[in-house]
C-alpha cells in the first residue's frame, strides 16, 4: 500500500519531548555541487543585459506572454541564472561557502537544474545539466529529445524549443534532517520553481509547469539513479522556433557512467521512510476532480473578511533581477512597524496565480492555503489571519499577539520573535489525499515552497528580511493555531524590517 502523506508527515514530527539529538559527521558532509567530471562544460558567457521591470510588474494580470519569443544562448542564460546562480562567497572555518539566488534548509541545496534543448539558436539540440559553478551547461546527450520526452510528458503542437527539469538529491537533505529530509526535498525544489518561474514570464516566455509525468520515464531520460536523486518538477517552453524540431536527428544515447554522479557522499545513510513516501506519490492521481477548498476546512471559524487595498505606491526599493541576486535568509529582525504599503504588496503577491498559464483547473494551487500572524503590522491588529487569495481578503480568526508563541513552536528560535508577520503554508490532509492521494504531498509542499520563494524575492525588492522556517514542534502548531485533526502547518516564513535596513 504504501505510506501515505499524512502518515509520512505523522511520523516525522518534531516533538518536544522526544528530539534525540544527533552529531553532523562532517567528515561526511555531502558535496552540494553535482559534477560530471568526464564530461566537458559549455560556459554560458555573460549576460548583458537583465530584465528591469519591478517583481509587481511580472505578476500582473495585463502581462501576456510572447510567442514569437526567441531562444539563443544568450537568453537560455538568462533564464538559468535568474532561476539558480551563485551570489556571493564568504569563508568559515577555513572553507568557502557559497550564497545562491534559491533558498535552501539549512543551505544544503538538493536541488539540481537540467535543460532540454530543442531549438536554441548557438546550442546543439540534447540534454545538458547546469553546472552552477562554473556557470556553465554539461551535454549529457545531443539530438532531438522530443521522442523521449513524449514518454514521460504530454507533448502538444508545436513542439516546445526548451524543456527544463527540477531534481532533488535526498541524502543532501538527509545528512542532517534524517527522515524529515523529503519535507525539505519538496520546499527546497519548490524555491527554485518560482526562480525559474519568474524568469520565464520575465522574458515572455509561453511556458507549460507541470508536476505531474512518468516518473519512471523521467528519471531514466535524465540519467539518474533514483534511489538518490528524483525529477520533481517539469517546464516546457515556446517560441519562435517550435517548429524546426523536425530537422534535428534523433538524440544519441546518455554518456556513459552518469548515474555514478548522483553520489553526493562517501557513506550515504539510508532513509527508508523518504524512499516509501517518494514511492506511494510516484503514482499518478487516476482522475482529477473538483480542486479542494482548503480555506473552510481546516477547522478554523472566520470573521467575515476585509478586502485587501491596493498599495498607495509601489513600494519597491530594488527591480526583480536585482532582487533575485540579492535575495539571502535574514535573522536579524527588529521590532519595528512594516508599513502598510508594504504589507499588502506581499499579500498582493502571494494572490497572483500564474497557474492560471499552466494549471487551468487551478488544482496544484490548491493544494494549500495561506494564513499569517500578524505582529507589528501598520493598520492591522495582531491576530491569526486567513487569508482568501480567489478573492483578495482577509479574515481574523484569532485576535492576539502570536510571535512570542510561534518562535517557541519553531523549536525555540527566539528571533522570530521580533518579525513583523509569519507567513504560514497549511494544507488538510483528508482533502489533499482524497483528490491527488500521495502525489497530492508533492503537489502541497511544492507550492508552498514556490510562495515562500516569492516572499522572499518580494521582500528583498523592498529592502525586508525574510526567512522560511521548515523545523517546528508540529502538534504544538497544531495547538496553537487551533487546527482540525486533519490539517497541518507545513511551512513558515517570517518578514519584517532586519537591523541591516531598518532605517528604509
Known amino acids: 500500500m504504501g505510506l501515505s502523506a499524512s ?13 534525540g539529538g544527533h552529531a553532523a559527521d562532517w567528515q561526511n558532509e555531502p558535496d552540494v555541487f553535482k559534477n560530471y567530471p568526464t564530461l566537458e562544460n559549455i560556459p554560458l558567457g555573460d549576460v548583458t543585459e537583465w530584465p528591469s521591470e519591478n517583481l509587481s510588474d511580472l505578476l500582473s494580470e495585463d502581462r501576456s506572454p510572447d510567442p514569437n519569443v526567441e531562444f539563443d544562448i544568450e537568453q537560455l542564460a538568462r533564464v538559468i541564472f535568474l532561476t539558480h546562480a551563485l551570489t556571493a562567497k564568504a569563508k568559515y572555518g577555513g572553507a568557502e561557502y557559497y550564497f545562491r539566488s534559491v533558498a535552501s534548509a539549512g543551505a544544503l541545496y538538493p536541488f539540481e537544474l537540467y535543460v532540454g534543448a530543442l531549438t536554441v539558436g548557438g546550442l546543439e539540440p540534447g540534454l545538458y545539466h547546469q553546472n552552477v559553478g562554473a556557470q556553465a551547461l554539461v551535454r549529457l546527450k545531443s539530438g532531438s529529445i522530443l521522442h523521449e520526452l513524449s514518454k514521460g510528458l504530454k507533448i502538444e503542437e508545436p513542439p516546445p524549443v526548451l524543456a527544463f527539469f527540477l531534481t532533488a538529491m535526498f541524502f543532501r537533505s538527509a545528512w542532517k534532517y534524517r527522515d524529515r529530509a523529503y ?3 519538496l520546499l527546497d525544489t519548490g524555491h527554485m520553481a518560482e526562480n525559474l518561474l519568474l524568469a520565464l514570464t520575465a522574458v515572455r516566455a509561453p511556458f507549460k509547469f507541470s508536476y505531474d509525468f512518468d516518473d519512471d520515464q523521467l528519471n531514466e531520460f535524465l540519467g539518474l539513479d533514483k534511489s538518490r536523486e528524483v525529477c520533481l518538477a517539469c517546464v516546457l517552453v515556446w517560441g519562435k522556433n517550435s517548429r524546426q524540431i523536425g530537422l534535428v536527428p534523433p538524440a544519441t544515447e546518455l554518456m556513459a557512467g552518469l ?5 553526493c557522499a562517501t557513506i550515504e545513510t539510508d532513509f527508508p521512510k523518504i524512499r516509501e513516501i517518494h514511492s506511494s506519490s510516484s503514482k499518478l492521481p487516476e482522475k482529477v476532480g473538483d480542486a479542494p477548498q482548503m480555506l473552510n476546512n481546516l477547522g478554523l471559524e472566520q470573521q467575515p473578511g ?13 527591480n526583480y533581477a536585482a532582487a533575485v541576486f540579492s535575495r539571502r535568509s535574514s535573522r536579524n ?5 512594516l508599513a502598510s504599503d508594504r504589507f499588502t504588496t506581499l499579500l498582493k503577491m502571494l494572490c497572483f496565480k500564474e497557474m492560471s498559464l499552466w494549471d487551468r483547473e487551478g488544482t496544484w494551487s490548491n493544494a494549500i492555503d495561506v494564513g499569517f500572524l500578524a505582529g507589528n503590522v501598520e493598520g492591522v491588529e495582531p491576530g491569526f489571519y486567513l487569508l482568501d487569495r480567489s478573492r ?3 479574515c481574523l480568526v484569532t485576535s492576539g499577539n502570536f510571535m512570542e508563541k510561534m518562535a517557541r513552536v519553531c523549536l525555540d528560535q527566539v528571533w522570530l520573535r521580533n518579525c513583523a508577520v509569519h507567513f504560514m503554508f497549511l494544507s488538510n490532509f483528508k482533502l489533499l489525499e482524497q483528490a491527488w492521494g500521495a502525489r497530492g504531498y508533492r503537489y502541497a509542499m511544492l507550492t508552498a515552497g514556490s510562495l515562500g520563494q516569492r516572499l ?5 525588492s523592498m529592502k525586508l528580511g525574510c526567512c522560511g522556517v521548515g523545523a517546528f514542534y508540529d502538534d504544538e502548531a497544531v495547538e496553537l493555531l487551533g487546527l482540525d485533526d486533519q490539517s497541518r502547518l507545513l511551512y513558515v516564513v517570517a518578514v519584517g524590517p532586519i537591523k541591516k535596513w531598518s532605517t528604509m
Open 456 to 460: 522572499y524575492v518580494g521582500a528583498t
Open 392 to 394: 483578495e481578503s482577509i
Open 306 to 318: 476585509r478586502k485587501i487595498a491596493p498599495p498607495v505606491e509601489t513600494p519597491h526599493v530594488m
Open 259 to 263: 548515474k555514478q554522479a548522483g553520489k
Open 183 to 185: 519535507r525539505y526535498n
Open 333 to 337: 529582525f527588529v521590532r519595528a512597524e
Open 7 to 19: 502518515e509520512y508527515h505523522r511520523q516525522t514530527s518534531y516533538r518536544r519531548d522526544s528530539m
